[in-house]
């Protein structure tokens, strides 16, 4: 597969395999050790793949993070150039969306005319603010053609494919599904939106293998009603809860209060990033530092000042971000909380997914492709108890998958839950946790696990809490016993399943 990127950064107009991302950098913009893949997750590897002995493969679940993209906040100066040219794929397949042929998606540009009076507020290029980059297009076409030669027996199966209402994740998505798509091509000679030429098995096409002539349906909800990642919009109790806005995680305001000199230091340079008073966070410092060490582009200067961000700052500022995710996600005391009201109801989406193969229901998803963001893992990294350095801020293409898988006892019995177990790969590794051994996970101890923190009522959990005795009584972590718990996820499934058969989802 050769890959022609129309981006113009000569020195980082290649991917770099994850290992070697952060090699050659800048001195001032080295990652710390426990952020040295933040450039690019590692991807599947198809020839290092194993299944488990004795034991079919139903289905496959992947939750990903968008690839690389240029930063969210954007300085009150702006001394680098950004651009998100879109790459185009000199091998065929089928179009995605209204592009060309032959080109992943439209090729959407940042163009500011000479004569914008309101140019000086924004960095030159064709990026806007969180906008997929070239880079970050090719990392998504390289994990799909991985996934896609691991998991090819079940693509043709029940294709279902979700994303966040942004253009970073939907373009991720695309890109994702044009390299399923070249992988399948590698191995089969078709894609997943043509006529099928041959079995997985070998041998002619087959209705176990479907023709479809209509492009992949991506579904996505408004940002108002978004459930894959946190919404502070809608749940005004996880605004009180994030970042510890309102002061009451005495650990985090002692993190604040010891990091008081950094941000006096940062703001001398990059200018105040922080959105309110209450903000508390140093993500968006994070957010531009790494985005510009991970394109090896030097790092802020203060235009009056002339100081610069340091390899010291800039290091300090990655350690600090790594602590903020940890917090939220694994030790705060709010972490179940936080969890649950961020992205409980789409985990109760992903347990349903499962829940059809256990209650053995006639339609259900062979494989399910999530694109999302470093807030969709973490929450989910932390949901599935990981530990180590399992629990480091998500990098840019960061995937989890969740295989459900049946073991071969007796092929005569019925299908029932003490048959089926769960493995949980993260970058490709098995997720290190502390729930259970994620290379064999009982369903039933992951979906009990997976259960308390799918919300029983989320608009009374998301009202804003007073003290947190109204937390805890509005809403402990484990609110239903266990068989009301599975009678709950029994009838979301139920509720969601579509009655007319089909394999594949289409627009």
Same mark, same amino acid.
Not at 81 to 98: E, G, I, M, N, R
Not at 179 to 205: C, D, F, I, M, Q
Not at 328 to 345: A, H, M, N, W
């Given at each position: 597969?050769?890959?022609?990127?129309?981006?113009?950064?000569?020195?980082?107009?290649?991917?770099?395999?994850?290992?070697?991302?952060?090699?050659?950098? *800048?001195?001032?913009?080295?990652?710390?050790?426990?952020?040295?893949?933040?450039?690019?997750?590692?991807?599947?590897?198809?020839?290092?793949?194993?299944?488990?002995?004795?034991?079919?493969?139903?289905?496959?679940?992947?939750?990903?993070?968008?690839?690389?993209?240029?930063?969210?906040?954007?300085l009150s100066f702006e001394n680098?150039?950004?651009?998100?040219?879109?790459?185009?794929?000199?091998?065929?397949?089928?179009?995605?969306?209204?592009?060309?042929?032959?080109?992943?998606?439209?090729?959407?540009?940042?163009?500011?005319?000479?004569?914008?009076?309101?140019?000086?507020?924004?960095?030159?290029?064709?990026?806007?603010?969180?906008?997929?980059?070239?880079?970050?297009?090719?990392?998504?076409?390289?994990?799909?053609?991985?996934?896609?030669?691991?998991?090819?027996?079940?693509?043709?199966?029940?294709?279902?494919?979700?994303?966040?209402?942004? +253009?970073?994740?939907?373009?991720?998505?695309?890109?994702?599904?044009?390299?399923?798509?070249?992988?399948?091509?590698?191995?089969?000679?078709?894609?997943?939106?043509?006529?099928?030429?041959?079995?997985?098995?070998?041998?002619?096409?087959?209705?176990?293998?479907?023709?479809?002539?209509?492009?992949?349906?991506?579904?996505? &909800?408004?940002?108002?009603?978004?459930?894959?990642?946190?919404?502070?919009?809608?749940?005004?109790?996880?605004?009180?809860?994030?970042?510890?806005?309102?002061?009451?995680?005495?650990?985090?305001?002692?993190?604040?209060?010891?990091?008081?000199?950094?941000?006096?230091?940062?703001?001398?340079?990059?200018?105040?990033?922080?959105?309110?008073?209450?903000?508390?966070?140093?993500?968006?410092?994070?957010?531009?530092?790494?985005?510009?060490?991970?394109?090896?582009k030097s790092l802020p200067c203060?235009?009056?000042?002339?100081?610069?961000?340091?390899?010291?700052?800039?290091?300090?500022?990655?350690?600090?971000?790594?602590?903020?995710?940890?917090?939220?996600?694994?030790?705060?005391?709010?972490?179940?909380?936080?969890?649950?009201?961020?992205? +409980?109801?789409?985990?109760?989406?992903? &347990?349903?997914?499962?829940?059809?193969?256990?209650?053995?229901?006639?339609?259900?998803?062979?494989?399910?492709?999530?694109?999302?963001?470093?807030?969709?893992?973490?929450?989910?990294?932390?949901?599935?108890?990981?530990?180590?350095?399992?629990r480091r801020w998500p990098a840019?293409?960061?995937?989890?998958?969740?295989?459900?898988?049946?073991?071969?006892?007796?092929?005569?019995?019925?299908?029932?839950?003490?048959?089926?177990?769960?493995?949980?790969?993260?970058?490709?590794?098995?997720?290190?946790?502390?729930?259970?051994?994620?290379?064999?996970?009982?369903?039933?101890?992951?979906?009990?696990?997976?259960?308390?923190?799918?919300?029983?009522?989320?608009?009374?959990?998301?009202?804003?809490?007073?003290?947190?005795?109204?937390?805890?009584?509005?809403?402990?972590?484990?609110?239903?016993?266990? *068989?009301?718990?599975?009678?709950?996820?029994?009838?979301?499934?139920?509720?969601?399943?579509?009655?007319?058969?089909?394999?594949?989802?289409?627009?």
């Open positions: 597969m050769h890959l022609d990127l129309l981006y113009d950064e000569p020195s980082s107009s290649s991917i770099h395999d994850s290992k070697d991302a952060h090699k050659d950098l *800048p001195l001032h913009g080295k990652f710390p050790e426990e952020l040295m893949d933040y450039c690019q997750a590692e991807y599947p590897n198809p020839d290092e793949y194993s299944k488990p002995e004795n034991a079919d493969l139903l289905m496959a679940t992947v939750v990903t993070r968008h690839g690389d993209r240029s930063p969210i906040a954007v680098v150039t950004w651009q998100c040219h879109v790459p185009t794929l000199t091998f065929p397949f089928p179009d995605f969306s209204v592009a060309p042929q032959h080109q992943i998606f439209t090729d959407v540009r940042l163009r500011i005319s000479e004569d914008n009076p309101f140019k000086t507020a924004m960095w030159a290029g064709s990026c806007s603010p969180g906008q997929l980059t070239g880079r970050g297009a090719i990392q998504h076409v390289k994990l799909g053609n991985h996934l896609g030669k691991i998991y090819e027996d079940l693509l043709y199966k029940g294709l279902y494919v979700r994303s966040t209402n942004k +253009g970073r994740t939907i373009q991720s998505a695309e890109s994702n599904l044009a390299g399923l798509n070249s992988a399948l091509r590698e191995h089969h000679g078709s894609a997943l939106t043509e006529p099928v030429t041959k079995k997985v098995s070998g041998g002619h096409a087959s209705e176990d293998y479907p023709s479809y002539p209509y492009p992949v349906a991506i579904h996505t &909800l408004p940002v108002e009603l978004e459930t894959m990642h946190p919404n502070l919009l809608a749940c005004p109790r996880l605004k009180q809860l994030w970042h510890d806005r309102e002061g009451h995680d005495p650990e985090w305001s002692q993190f604040i209060k010891d990091h008081a000199q950094l941000k006096r230091d940062l703001d001398n340079i990059m200018g105040d990033l922080w959105e309110s008073p209450d903000y508390r966070s140093f993500d968006h410092y994070f957010d531009s530092i790494a985005a510009r060490t991970c394109h090896r203060s235009p009056t000042t002339h100081e610069c961000v340091t390899e010291d700052l800039a290091k300090a500022v990655f350690k600090a971000g790594q602590w903020e995710n940890e917090r939220l996600f694994f030790t705060s005391p709010k972490r179940d909380e936080i969890i649950r009201i961020s992205i +409980g109801s789409w985990l109760g989406d992903v &347990l349903n997914g499962l829940e059809a193969w256990a209650l053995n229901k006639p339609q259900r998803h062979t494989f399910a492709f999530h694109s999302g963001h470093d807030t969709t893992i973490g929450p989910l990294l932390g949901a599935l108890g990981a530990t180590g350095t399992d840019y293409a960061s995937n989890v998958v969740i295989e459900l898988w049946k073991k071969k006892e007796d092929d005569n019995a019925t299908q029932n839950e003490k048959q089926l177990f769960v493995r949980v790969l993260y970058n490709g590794k098995v997720l290190q946790s502390e729930v259970c051994d994620m290379s064999w996970c009982p369903l039933d101890t992951f979906r009990d696990r997976l259960l308390t923190y799918v919300p029983v009522e989320l608009v009374n959990e998301c009202a804003p809490k007073q003290t947190d005795s109204d937390a805890s009584a509005s809403a402990p972590a484990n609110a239903l016993s266990r *068989p009301e718990q599975q009678e709950a996820a029994v009838d979301k499934v139920e509720s969601s399943v579509v009655d007319t058969p089909h394999y594949l989802d289409f627009v």
